[in-house]
């Protein structure tokens, strides 16, 4: 989850030194809370006992009063009988009326909760009836909410960000990134002529009716309530058959305003090497029955599976012979970190936004080559303020653990490990885990998944190396003692374990077991640690 445009403010933040990194963070901090919708956490005791296994939303967008109607049908399965159907909604919203079975129920909706009392019915579904008014976005995407805009020529362009907020801000659901409809969502929206809806999966039916039409999209796989997503606008589309390397054919579109029409295919073009990009370091496409496209919105951009938003510009930077935008890269990534791999609980969020971070340097490594590769390594390095844990305590919320360097030093983790194992090891091990059935689509991920998974897969311990990392911010200091005429004792202090670290010394470059007890190297001329910047530690 999370954005990468959150991407954005990551990178402001880098720019700077440690105290200001920390003033606007805790500046970024206030204004997020003061909107007040946060989401994650602990899950609600009525809520642990139930699922939902399904979503139908209905809904008509109406632009000129900047709201929505229509209901939103839950499918969901209970181990017990269920006294209260406990769903969020914002209280923003007027519930109509709830049915279930056929029958009007009892309900409460107040300080953004909906409980239903289920009438004495065998059934597994509820329908509510809502509308109003949306929640306007003040900063989207990082605090979401509807930005209703219009384009140039006038049109109206509405956009829907919600990673921060979670789905309630736009439908009653079980808000919560640990529950994923397993049979997915059916979308359904009406929209005035001739304005189009894109939204997530497949479209599977368009009707027309009166001065409205209603698209109905449907998705094949489980997706994340926040993941849910729809934009309306009158745009062009751009589309090719994308060859996946799993053989398969996968439809690929790209909507962008009828402004930028002549962008729409140089657009999908760069969407079709960063697939192939992906692809190749990550494996195959996951959700290849639905499809491969991008919306042009009216914010900088959000992982919404099977619909990336896409607001950066058609800033497309040269890179050898390809072109690459690393909003549209970092947020096609997230269909595999994010989407297809994806965690129950915020506190470890790293693994969707450091190892997607990370798939934007594999951009670098693949098209612009080694140099480029470490030199994006070391900028990033250079600026990370090491100030927070990468993992945030269990049961943290958005707010709580959403930081800068969840991105930055989750992906700098990646290319340190990279640096250990070894390509031979690293590249297949990235990939398997993202392969791997006990950590994809509904079973979702904790951190100790993936180091278990890492050493288990590379043989390797590495306890020490990813306490290290992940949940303390001090690093390492290197020491360097010149020992008789031509030998150096290096060690890594702060530590109580090894790591194989390069030295450049004046035969070559060495690989040594780098740890609090000093190893010796002989060289002429003084000895140059981890000359490529594999490692974190303080030099
Ligand atoms: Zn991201």
Redesign the pocket.
Known sequence: ???????LKVKLLFAMKKPAFILLFALFTHFTIAQGWDWGGPIDPLQAKFKVTHYRLELELLPETQSIEGSNTITFSAKEKLDTIRLNLIDEYQVDKVLMDGKEVKFSHKDDILDIIPVDCTCDQVQVFYGGKTPIAQNPPWEGGFTWEKDQLDNHWVGLSAQAEGSKIFMPAWDHPSNEPENGIDIILTAPKPYFVASNGRLIDTKESGDKTTYHWSTTYPINVYNVNFTMGIFQEAKLDFQSVSGKTIPMHVWVLQENRAKAEALLQVLKVSAETHEKYFGEFPFPDDKIAVVETPYLG??HQTINAYGNNFQFVPMEKTQYDWLLH??L??EWF?NKVTVADFADLWI??GI??YGDWLFFWEHGGSEAYFKKAKAEAKHLPHALPVVSPPNSTEEESYHGEI?SKGAMVMHSLRGILGDDIFFPMLKAFASDERFTYLNLVNTQDFTDFVQAYSGQDLKGFFELYLYIVDLPTLKISKKGKSGYAISLQGIDFTMPVEVQTSEGVIKVLLGPKATEVTSTTPPIVDPNGWIMMER
């Open positions: 989850m999370k954005f990468s445009t959150d991407y959000m992982e970092h947020e990534g997230h994010g969707q936004e997607t971070a991105y």
